[in-house]
């Protein structure tokens, strides 16, 4: 597939909010529980604002990828079964959730309200990933997709994002957070890693279901195409192409991996023993940069099937 | 049973011309739903919008190959699965005749469809920006202007060779059913269970089958070919006058 690069922002932002808001929620919730001292309001609705920040610009970023963006509205019309649809839909109830959470920790601090609004756009952040995950995993005949490892991944690497953004701005924030916020993100990405690196295992040993074969229907081993019935190009021959070399691809992956989990990783360590905020925002650029990568990699790894109709020009 | 509409291509008979291809470009371009794309037909880089394409592929390693002409256009599948995944609803299968349409009226060009549809059958308008696909001429089939045996698909309406057929595949009755029947018409990628209603007639070869005696008269009985020995005068035969 040739990635589009509306859909890799969007889903990398809304990924680093949806964590974001799961980190905020998780320091209330364990405050709560007595495990370090409570934040400050201002850590909350700010971070909310952040969050907020984050999703309107990936929903900016979904826009382009529209042929007809003033019809977008109609979109939240086929949640029975569309997972673009749900998506739709549970975007924007989710941004009100953390308007609200932001809002209500603004005006009335910590209590019991915001515990439950809390609870309530945690599970619509993770209602979000799977929402996301789905729109890819559900399409059976991209193969590389079609696993419950796309919906994990989604959610882990938008969630080691939140998490590792949370930490940058807990030590600006809520000094007594670091070293949790710091572990809990340790550990969200090296479970993004495990999980990760098994899809990467999954796809090379990938046997495509479909073949030139099946596509025109004659069974015999030697089948070369000739001509795909055009000279020029089209839709077909653009979008599902993504024109880049073997060696391109290779790059691609092994600059992710490195970008997404070790770097960010070392530097996490770093900045968490120094306490410096710039330290850990400059890991979540970087990781962000490697996640960017990671995305253009989930859509170029993809191979379509109708591939198999547009192999040769002429 | 509910009808379905669909056409059942010929791949024994087609010979590439591709004037389904010309005359379907024709037709969709001209109707009520606007025109569709076609950018620098002349020039370096010509692209456009296409309900239906001719593919060769060759079959075989020479000299023992086959040369294969491949009509493709939306399949009209009967499990379409370009229409669940439509966010807004606009892809949507007609009840009461399966042609799988999109109404160009609520389609945002998400292109989320395309992706679902393993055929490649549907092809953005890059001036409309919204998706679009073969409609088996839905605005020709049903035009009680034309005359009955022109209400037919364009591309069924230009093929020389009538190598393809349109009809109710639902009815067992129906032309496109017998020939599904008679000649093993197949579907494509039948692995993915979106049982396209378009079907595929087989590559046959056509030989007959002659024995020495259809070509050479045992019997031979008025000697008119003057192959067989002449038996020996003596020899008794079943008709004393006619041997000698």
């Known amino acids: 597939m040739r990635p589009a690069f509306s859909v890799i922002f969007l889903t990398t932002l809304i990924g680093a909010g949806q964590g974001l808001f799961v980190a905020l929620y998780s320091a209330e919730f364990g405050a709560s529980l007595g495990f370090w001292a409570m934040p400050s309001a201002q850590y909350f609705s700010l971070g909310c604002a952040l969050v907020l920040a984050l999703l309107v610009a990936g929903l900016f970023a979904s826009f382009f990828h529209l042929g007809r963006p003033e019809r977008a509205w109609r979109s939240a019309a086929m949640w029975r079964s569309s997972w673009l649809s749900r998506e739709v839909i549970v975007l924007p109830v989710f941004m009100a959730a953390v308007a609200a959470y932001g809002l209500v920790h603004h005006l009335r601090g910590a209590g019991d309200l915001t515990l439950a609004l809390g609870g309530a756009g945690v599970a619509l952040a993770l209602l979000l990933f799977v929402c996301t995950g789905m729109i890819y995993a559900c399409l059976p005949f991209l193969q590389e997709w079609h696993t419950p490892l796309t919906v994990i991944n989604y959610l882990l690497l938008g969630c080691a994002s939140g998490f590792l953004l949370s930490t940058a701005w807990a030590s600006a924030q809520a000094p007594a957070l670091l070293v949790a916020a710091a572990a809990w993100t340790g550990g969200v990405t090296l479970a993004a890693l495990v999980t990760r690196a098994a899809s990467l295992a999954r796809n090379a040993r990938l046997r495509p279901k479909s073949t030139v074969q099946t596509a025109i229907g004659v069974k015999h081993p030697r089948i070369v195409q000739k001509a795909q019935g055009f000279m020029g190009g089209s839709f077909n021959t653009r979008d599902f192409f993504h024109g880049k070399s073997y060696a391109w691809l290779r790059l691609v992956k092994w600059g992710f991996l490195l970008l997404v989990f070790p770097l960010p990783l070392a530097l996490l360590a770093a900045g968490a023993a120094l306490a410096s905020p710039a330290v850990l925002a400059a890991a979540f650029v970087l990781q962000y940069l490697g996640l960017l990568a990671e995305r253009w990699f989930f859509f170029a790894q993809a191979r379509h099937p109708q591939n198999l109709y547009y192999q040769a020009i002429s | ?244």
């Open chain 2, 1 to 244: 049973m509910s009808k379905q509409l669909a056409l059942v291509i010929d791949l024994n008979v087609c010979v590439g011309c591709h004037a389904c291809v010309t005359s379907c470009k024709e037709w969709n371009t001209s109707g009520a739903a606007g025109f569709l794309s076609d950018d620098n037909p002349y020039g370096r880089d010509p692209t456009g919008t296409f309900f239906n394409r001719v593919q060769t592929f060759e079959v075989g390693e020479f000299p023992n190959t086959q040369t294969v002409h491949f009509p493709k256009s939306c399949l009209h599948c009967e499990d379409p699965p370009c229409v669940p995944v439509c966010p807004t609803g606009a892809s949507y299968k007609r009840a009461e005749d399966g042609i799988v349409l999109v109404d160009y009226d609520k389609c945002i060009g998400c292109k989320y469809c395309s992706w679902a549809c393993p055929y490649g059958a549907r092809e953005v308008d890059e001036h409309q920006k919204v998706m679009k696909k073969c409609t088996l001429c839905v605005d020709r089939i049903y035009d009680e202007t034309l005359p009955q045996a022109e209400r037919k698909p364009a591309c069924v309406m230009a093929c020389p060779t009538s190598a393809r057929l349109f009809g109710d595949v639902h009815d067992p009755e129906s032309a496109v059913s017998q020939a599904i029947r008679d000649s093993g018409g197949y579907a494509l990628m039948p692995e993915w269970g979106t049982h396209p209603a378009n079907h595929y007639l087989p590559r046959r070869k056509t030989e007959i089958t002659l024995h020495r005696d259809e070509l050479e008269r045992v019997d031979n009985p008025l000697k008119i070919d003057g192959k067989l020995p002449k038996p020996d005068p003596k020899t008794p035969s079943l008709d004393d006058s006619t041997s000698w």
